[in-house]
């Protein structure tokens, strides 16, 4: 007889957004940011079981085995080459034209990581129209830009740990469950590891009791999720919101998290 997967939903807290405030964030200096934060108890669905049927269109979000032999992420030649994979992985995943890369940030909670590289514990949207046009047109040529500016694309992260995740998980909520009116604007202030970087413009997500949250349990290094947090189409399913979060039943001693998300942006013909 076939065993029975063992399905873990969790209860925990999520870090929401005092409805109707803007934030502003300072990765590298969080004394200075100002995130009121709206915190509530959640539960967090175990994805696997239904992740055969998830959509962007529909759930803004999937699940996918996309085993890499990239395992330095901090050697620049092998994370180049991570990128380029990732960049292959969502074509692939959208049947857009052309997919750029940008921002990959490795996160961990082991001691002695730095603000940047935390994992992010408030559910955001990173980012809207406007830095998605401001990277389009750092990464393409100008032509090219305004062009592809024009016809639909979408910003897509994709979150992969580096080691099986055991504590810090990561949480996204379907897409289909967050409405606009539930997003206030979020100011990234030097972020993506540079102190210098002009802002960055998301949203940070208020609580709605309708939000249905997903986890991975013990995600594997062989997995990955992408997520879609912005569409130029304003009618399709969009702004996947995520955030770090501490599973009560992690046990003390639990091995640190160690992740890396890589954001593209992927243009339709
Ligand atoms: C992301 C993100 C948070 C985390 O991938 O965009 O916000 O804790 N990640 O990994
Ligand atoms: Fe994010």
Redesign the pocket.
């Known amino acids: 007889m076939a065993s029975q997967p063992i399905v873990c939903d969790v209860q925990a807290t999520m870090k929401y957004v005092v409805r109707g405030e803007k934030a502003t964030f300072h990765p590298g200096a969080r004394e200075k940011s100002y995130w009121p934060v709206d915190e509530h108890q959640v539960t967090i669905r175990d994805v696997r079981p239904i992740a055969g049927q998830l959509a962007f269109d529909r759930n803004g979000f999937v699940l996918v085995d996309e085993p890499t032999d990239v395992t330095d992420f901090t050697d620049s030649g092998e994370l180049a080459r991570y990128c380029h994979e990732t960049e292959t992985l969502v074509r692939r995943l959208t049947g857009a034209d052309k997919v750029v890369s940008f921002g990959p940030?490795i996160?961990t909670n082991a001691g002695g990581a730095h603000g940047h590289n935390?994992?992010?514990?408030g559910a955001?949207v990173?980012y809207g129209a406007r830095t998605v046009a401001d990277f389009t047109r750092d990464l393409l040529p100008p032509d090219e830009a305004e062009r592809r500016l024009q016809r639909r694309h979408m910003l897509i992260?994709v979150?992969r740990p580096i080691v099986r995740v055991e504590s810090?998980p990561?949480a996204v909520c379907d897409a289909s469950t967050v409405k606009r009116e539930d997003l206030f604007d979020s100011e990234v202030v030097g972020g993506l590891g540079d102190f210098n970087r002009r802002s960055l413009w998301g949203f940070n997500l208020a609580h709605h009791a309708g939000h249905r949250w997903y986890w991975v349990p013990h995600m594997q290094p062989w997995e990955a999720l992408a997520?879609k947090?912005f569409d130029s189409d304003a009618g399709a399913v969009q702004f996947t919101a995520?955030?770090?979060f501490e599973d009560p039943n992690t046990p003390p001693d639990a091995a640190p998290?160690q992740?890396i998300?890589v954001?593209t942006i992927a243009y339709l013909s």
């Open positions: 940030m996160r935390l994992p992010a514990h955001h990173d992260n979150w810090a990561l997520f947090l995520h955030s770090a998290r992740s998300e954001r």
